[in-house]
């Protein structure tokens, strides 16, 4: 008998289907060769596990369809999990290695401020001395002197007291000003003084103390607005050593101030701001920083409190940032800034003389 | 009917792989297992896989010669099935402890050890029949899963009658032959 013959007839026999005669014949054959018994047993065995592998597909093909069909059917269905949200089983789920990570994150920061602290260099935090001005009482006085002659001409109401001045420029013809934000500080009212003397009120329209800018508008039938500004607002950058030179009103008439950039970045690394070598005093936040090309680079904004001529001025560009900001909370009607100078070529006497037309000195009520 | 005469008539149906009793005992139960699972850090599929599997335990049990189910088919499956997610928690290293039971639950240590058998062996023949190749595997898949006849086969297959079919078949399982005994590993 062959290998098929003898799975053939193993197979036949363990259905059952062998007629009796058959059946003694081939248990005889397995009795008397052991070989043959060998081979029957290894059939048997390889038979019996194909019927269970076969009778499993079966059922299991039956509980997939079943499956299905329920599902279908609608009687079986997802079951929302009402115990506990996806969260909090991330969390129960995860919480140890979300505890270890948590411990791993501490200890490191801890050990990296440690080592900081340890480390870095022990220079004393610099003392920044804004720039306003203190209006002095004798100042008050004269003022106040001025007043009472120019009462008819006076747009600071009797009573009211002028606590803080510092500087501001015109940054479109129709009347917008700009200034630093701590100049107007406790604020209840503002006029602008231009340098012939005479007075405008008006309005904070904007501020941002974190940029210290603010945007001032002249709201005074007196004022009558300008075709065009002498300046440009720049956009660009400064190269260091690039001469600049200023216009502000630390004291009631308006002075010239000359000097250089001397750093890209303002103080402990502010890079929203200049660092510029040039004369300042209180009363000069505000003012234009101005390159000989006649654009605006800068507002002056603070003095290094322990060194002279230490002076830092907030970027040009943050003006645009902020025009920007204003405009989305529709606050800058009219608003256009120009880049363009119209006093490029001119000698540095005729550009301020132009300029100074645009200076404005702010007064703070309070 | 009470609720055992029920039961017995169910597992008979069972019993031959019937598919209107499945079909009651799967409907009555599934959410049960679902609701279990669900509840320990399951999904939509583990409560599916692990039913079914419960499902197959029941009916393996109810091959054997001496079956009798000492208890409810529903507090069976759910024993079944609540220690089949815990093993698999274990081996997934998600293991808590679970919810309190929903249902009582009965020993089934025994027939799962049975079950894991069994499992172990339709392995071996699934790999087996994995690496046979074509046409011997649907030949033998025809006969032996769908169990269809040899002359459905030959007609199927493209043989001139049954008897080439039928040795058609031989020779596919001496190929499956060595191939399973590569694979067996006597326990």
Redesign the interface.
Known sequence: MDQYQHIAATEKFLRGEMSPDECRVFEETRRSNPAQDQLFVEHQLMLDRMVTYAERKRVKANLHDIHQTLQESGDIQPLEKEVQGKLLELWTRYRRVVGVAASIAGVTALLISGITAVFAPKAPITVVEELRRKVSRLERQSSNQRAEINAVRKKIEPGREVSFGGTSFLIDAKGYLVTSAHVLTDATGVVVQNHTGEEFRATIVFADIQRDLAILKIEDDDFLPKSALPYGISRNGMEIAEPVFTLGYPKDEVVYGEGYLSARSGAEGDTLSYQLSISANPGNSGGPVINRKGEVIGILNARQAKAEGVVFAIRSLNIYRLVEEMKDQNLAKGLRLSAASQIKGLDRIRQVRKIQDCIYMVKVLM | MSRSDRDSLLLKGLAL?E?DA??FI??EN??LV??LI??N?GT?DD??DVF?EA??VL?EKS?TDDFELTCQIRTYLYSVARRIWLKKLQYLK?F?SP?EDLVETVSIEEDLEAHEK?TA??G???AA?GRLGEPCKSL??AF??H?KSMVEISAYFGYTNADNA??QK??C??R??KL??AE?KPQ
Request: hydrophobic content about 35%.
């Open positions: 792989n598919k499945i079909h799967y409907k599934f959410s679902q609701t669900i509840r850090n939509e409560a599916r079914q499902l197959l009916y091959q998600r808590e919810d069994r062996q339709y071996v023949m699934k029949m033998l898949e032996y899963v169990q039928k040795t031989y020779k399982l001496m499956l032959k399973f005994f067996y």
